[in-house]
């Protein structure tokens, strides 16, 4: 009596085992398989772009780098006026 209970639990245990193993596959491929379709999504879209939207991204794109230059010169010339900038130096005492 003892042994077949012991079989029983035995089995039973291995097939929750088998069953979550199984489970966790299957929650596997479908994550993964949502992730490249989240991230192909993106990256397929200027597939279908018409001659309008290709104007768009060259405007942002345009505007973004000529942001980037006017950002980099005012921050090459405060650091060098900049009140800060005589602590950073060393020389703190003659700052004040």
């Known amino acids: 009596m003892q042994l ?3 079989t029983i639990v035995s089995t039973q245990t291995q097939n929750n ?3 979550s193993k199984r489970i966790l596959l299957q929650n596997f491929t479908y994550d993964m398989s949502n992730i490249f379709k989240g ?3 993106p990256y397929s879209r200027p597939l279908y772009w018409k001659g309008n939207d290709f104007l768009k991204f060259d405007g942002v794109v345009a505007t973004t780098f000529g942001f980037a ?3 980099e010169k005012y921050n090459n010339k405060k650091s060098k006026v900049g009140l800060l900038s ?3 130096n060393g020389n703190a005492l003659s700052a004040v």
């Open 86 to 88: 005589p602590i950073f």
């Open 69 to 71: 230059a006017i950002d």
């Open 17 to 19: 085992f088998t069953d």
């Open 39 to 41: 991230t192909g999504y």
């Open 4 to 6: 077949s209970l012991i």
